[in-house]
């Protein structure tokens, strides 16, 4: 299957449009790096019938990497609030599921036929810049979609959690920091259940992988280091 590529150039000017409209839906002044897009969907388990959902989606760069990294169109939902990014993103991904609508309203707006047997969410939503109850109204709304063992992924700019784990029930590990990227980001998983075996199989694959992404010499250098908060 051949990946959408985006024009940078109509993506920036979306951007700076949207920048300039709501800064607060951003949380940043460019788009997030192919580094923390890579290192994020790095995470989601591509086994058959693991169904993804990504909401905040912007412009569409984990969309992008989700698609390269192997999870299959038929097994991707997309969700923005924005109606321009969410045109932006059916004019250059016209083989997935994008839908126009609130995170907090996701249970409402996906196929019924996803509800309770989606394996992972990936945000791209600023939840620092969202009160305790809009941060809860998205929280609860995920899991009511996330199967059993499903997780939802989260970056954010700062060295803490976004999300107050206590109050909304929920389990945490930070999962690594990127720091080729504007502002440096560092990822985080949530769970309310063990994660089944396959997944544990799967993270530790990668965390191999991790351990090697280090460049040297001229380039800048990531870490991606898995730790448990």
Not at 6 to 20: A, G, H, N, T, V
Not at 107 to 115: D, G, N, S, V
Not at 192 to 219: L, Y
Request: hydrophobic content about 40%; some cysteine; proline content about 7%.
């Amino acid at each position: 299957m051949t990946v959408s590529r985006i024009r940078k150039r109509d993506e920036s000017l979306l951007f700076l449009k949207q920048l300039i409209k709501n800064p607060k839906s951003l949380g940043a002044v460019v788009p997030s790096s192919p580094m923390l897009a890579d290192f994020i969907c790095s995470h989601v388990p591509i086994l058959d019938g693991h169904l993804v959902v990504e909401i905040g989606a912007g412009t569409g760069r984990f969309t992008q990497a989700l698609l390269r990294v192997g999870v299959k169109p038929e097994n991707l939902a997309v969700l923005e609030l924005d109606p321009d990014m969410c045109n932006f993103l059916k004019q250059n991904f016209p083989h997935i599921n994008v839908i126009e609508g609130n995170a907090s309203d996701l249970h409402t707006l996906l196929p019924e036929a996803w509800i309770g047997k989606v394996g992972t969410i990936i945000s791209g939503i600023p939840m620092v810049n969202l009160s305790i109850e809009d941060q809860s109204g998205i929280i609860s709304s995920s899991f009511e979609v996330l199967n059993d063992v499903g997780s939802f992924l989260q970056f954010t700019y700062g060295p803490i959690s976004p999300l107050p784990t206590k109050k909304l029930g929920l389990k945490k590990k930070r999962l690594g920091h990127i720091f080729l990227n504007f502002p440096p980001a560092t990822v985080w998983r949530y769970w309310k259940q063990p994660m089944i075996q396959g997944i544990h199989k799967q993270e530790r694959k990668t965390e191999k992988f991790d351990k090697i992404r280090e460049f040297v010499g001229f380039k800048p250098r990531l870490l991606a280091r898995e730790e448990n908060d």
